[in-house]
């Protein structure tokens, strides 16, 4: 039962839907794209440059030896 001062029509709340930790975490952190030159990942590069340098380093050591 209502109470008597108590208008139901009258009273308008709306609550806002509860947020996600990801949610909260990418609004107090926002990410950056992980993407370098040409949409290649920088890591990626880094490992491809590296690795082409130690076959080329492996290759000439064992001509020169």
Do not use: W
């Amino acid at each position: 039962m209502s109470e008597p001062h108590f208008h139901e029509e009258q009273i308008v709340e709306r609550v806002r839907p509860a947020r996600t930790r990801r949610v909260v975490a990418e609004q107090l952190v926002p990410r950056a794209p992980r993407t370098g030159v040409g949409g290649l990942n920088p890591l990626a590069l880094v490992l491809a440059v590296a690795l082409v340098v130690f076959i080329l380093v492996l290759v000439f050591g064992f001509l020169l030896a």
